[in-house]
């Protein structure tokens, strides 16, 4: 049974700058999709990144595009998702989670929904 762990959240003021990690275990043929995504209190989820692990192509939300970096270290199996510049409204649960298509199209505009695995997630706090 395939699992994700995620890591890296924390506390920090704005402009600064946090790095999330999300290990992928126990997929046997790895996972070629993979997302971030967060929710603040009261407020819909939200896609941020995703990364199409086979080639590397990334995707990102208007909000963060020029903030964020999506990464991958396949030997690792690790997604990571650099965050720079970051804002109040930044403030979330982030979640990683992975889709087992290999689809590219579907990996980077397919609905949230279809991501059929999810880490636990982690918090981040931007104070202004």
């Known amino acids: 049974q395939g699992q994700l762990v995620a890591s890296g959240g924390g506390s920090v003021q704005a402009g600064g700058s946090l790095r999330l990690a999300c290990t992928a275990s126990?997929?046997?043929?790895?996972?070629?999709?993979m997302g971030w995504f967060r929710q603040a209190p009261g407020k819909e989820r939200e896609g941020v990144a995703r990364?199409?692990?086979?080639?590397?192509?990334?995707y990102y939300a208007d909000s963060v595009k020029g903030r964020f970096t999506v990464s991958q270290n396949n030997v690792a199996n690790t997604v990571y998702l650099q965050m720079n510049d970051l804002k109040a409204e930044d403030s979330a649960m982030y979640y990683c989670?992975?889709?087992?298509?290999?689809?590219?199209?579907?990996?980077?505009?397919?609905?949230?929904?279809?991501?059929?695995?999810w880490g636990q997630g982690t918090q981040v706090t931007v104070s202004s």
């Open positions: 126990g997929y046997t043929y790895g996972v070629p999709c």
């Open positions: 989670a992975a889709r087992d298509s290999p689809e590219l199209s579907l990996c980077l505009y397919g609905r949230a929904a279809d991501f059929g695995y």
């Open positions: 990364i199409y692990t086979r080639s590397g192509t990334t």
